[in-house]
């Protein structure tokens, strides 16, 4: 069957400069990162890699982490693994959490953060969790031999039905920058298998910060892998500034705008996967509220 067939050249760059010169030459080459992904495609190989496979593994510049007083700094090139273990008194609770409902120990010690960010197609928990906790990823394009760097929102990096937006151009994530300053309550809910069942599972990440009796600020994001990566500003603005505890009937109030939100934009969500992540939000607002009398 493969007969014919000759295995991809791998370039292995071992700087950012390395990198840029590689994919100068080899526009077409596939970023490898732990490759989780990439060798989960039924069609990965060998029809996709004509001009060869760029393997990140030696780039030591993404695999650092590093902090100061206000932010993370964290490389592409971490693991999942390293990153909760490096991480754990440092990162927020919803993070973490994160990090170790990604598949089994085997797959967290693979994943990387990089990959899990720059999937093409669709989005799954890493990508919620940060869009939520206002994290931002250097992105450098390379563009017929040209190299731009931009710090991008994460929040920003996709559209609405959980696609990378970059356009045509080649990128390089290289680093994520997390902020230290995040707020008390925060909660992470997965339903469903997002790789074996994906198009039954829902993600929500949720974190808001807290000022005596109001809400100071609200974060959240919804995703339904390969069908809707959600963040609404108007319920997020309407949240922030809110007196708690806030009503039981505009809790449900606000829960069914949402919903009426997410039915107006991504028609492909299931009656079930709304219901769901209706319920989640509905219960998040509701525990606030205990918080806040407790
Ligand atoms: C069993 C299992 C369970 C999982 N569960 C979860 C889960 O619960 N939540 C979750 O979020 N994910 C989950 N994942 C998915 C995981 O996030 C993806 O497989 C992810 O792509 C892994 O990263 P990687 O380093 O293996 O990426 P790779 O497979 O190497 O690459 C993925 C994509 O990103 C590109 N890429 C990689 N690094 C970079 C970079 N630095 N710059 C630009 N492009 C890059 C590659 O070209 C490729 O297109 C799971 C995976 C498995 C196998």
Redesign the pocket.
């Known amino acids: 069957m493969y007969e014919g067939v000759r295995s991809p050249l791998i370039y292995t760059p071992r700087s950012i400069g390395e990198f840029a010169t590689i994919i100068a030459r080899h526009p077409q080459a596939?970023?490898?990162?732990?490759?989780?992904?990439?060798?989960?495609r039924g069609d990965y190989y060998p029809a996709e890699a004509k001009d060869g496979i760029i393997d990140?593994a030696y780039m030591e510049d993404?695999k650092r982490i590093t902090r100061n007083d206000r932010y993370v700094e964290i490389g592409?090139?971490v693991?999942?693994r390293q990153l909760l273990s490096a991480g754990r008194l440092l990162l927020p609770p919803i993070l973490q959490e994160?990090l170790r409902?990604?598949?089994?120990q085997i797959?967290r010690r693979?994943?990387?953060?990089?990959?899990?960010?720059?999937?093409?197609d669709t989005?799954?928990?890493?990508?919620?969790t940060l869009a939520t906790l206002a994290a931002s990823a250097e992105?450098k394009f390379y563009d017929e031999g040209k190299v731009t760097t931009h710090w991008i929102p994460i929040a920003k990096l996709y559209d609405n039905k959980g696609r990378l937006n970059v356009g045509e151009k080649r990128?390089?994530?290289?680093r994520i920058r997390i902020g230290l300053e995040f707020g008390d309550l925060q909660r992470f809910t997965?339903f469903g298998d997002?790789?074996?069942k994906s198009r039954e599972c829902g993600?929500v990440a949720l974190h808001a910060k807290r000022d005596q009796n109001s809400l100071s600020k609200a974060q959240f994001c919804i995703t339904f892998p390969g069908k809707a990566f959600h963040i609404s500003k108007d319920l997020e603005s309407k949240l922030s500034g809110s007196a708690l505890p806030i009503h039981p009937e505009r809790v449900n109030a606000l829960s069914y705008e949402l919903v009426a939100e997410l039915t107006k934009m991504h028609s492909t969500i299931s009656d079930l996967q709304l219901e769901r992540a209706r319920r989640i939000f509905e219960s998040f607002l509701h525990d606030l509220n205990s918080q806040s009398l407790s």
């Open positions: 596939i970023v490898w990162a732990g490759g989780t992904y990439l060798i989960s990140l993404l592409a090139m693991t999942a994160t409902s990604m598949g089994t797959v693979q994943v990387t953060i990089g990959g899990s960010l720059c999937i093409s989005r799954y928990s890493l990508s919620t992105v990128i390089l994530l290289t997965l997002p790789i074996r993600i």
